[in-house]
């Protein structure tokens, strides 16, 4: 029973660092087009204009 007096804070400390990290990247706006980026890739022109809607 000792040892739930370490881990229920360990736990609790690593949630907040996991929580405190989302927040953080949805602040930063990393999340905001995950797919976009993978068709980028795939696009035969390579110069530096912006995608059109109907890509």
């Known amino acids: ?3 739930l007096v370490y881990l229920i804070p ?3 400390l690593l949630g907040g660092f996991g ?3 989302f927040l953080w990247s949805m602040k930063t706006r ?3 087009d ?4 993978a068709a980028r ?3 035969k022109d ?3 204009k912006p ?3 109907l890509d």
């Open 10 to 12: 360990i736990s609790l």
């Open 46 to 48: 390579w110069d530096d």
């Open 41 to 43: 890739i795939l696009r």
């Open 51 to 53: 995608p059109s809607p």
């Open 34 to 37: 995950p797919d976009g980026s």
């Open 1 to 3: 029973m000792n040892i």
């Open 30 to 32: 990393q999340f905001d």
């Open 19 to 21: 929580l405190g990290f």
